[in-house]
């Protein structure tokens, strides 16, 4: 996977985690999405999203 992919994974991971906090959200749905972008993060890299995520944010 390109780095340009896993940056629109991670911004798609980011939008859904936005979505699911508003109220009328379907929250089932969104979170099966975020399941199926952690598995194929996890998948093409072999670190964690979550991980990844905090280190964006020390740096």
Do not use: C, P, W
Not at 9 to 26: G, M, P, T
Not at 37 to 57: A, C, M, N, P, Q
């Amino acid at each position: 996977m390109k780095n340009s992919e896993l940056k629109k994974l991670v911004s798609q991971y980011k939008e859904i985690k936005n979505k699911q906090s508003k109220k009328y959200a379907d929250s089932f749905k969104l979170a099966e999405k975020l399941k199926e972008i952690e598995h194929r993060y996890v998948h093409e890299t072999g670190r964690t999203l979550k991980s990844d995520l905090k280190e964006f944010k020390e740096n």
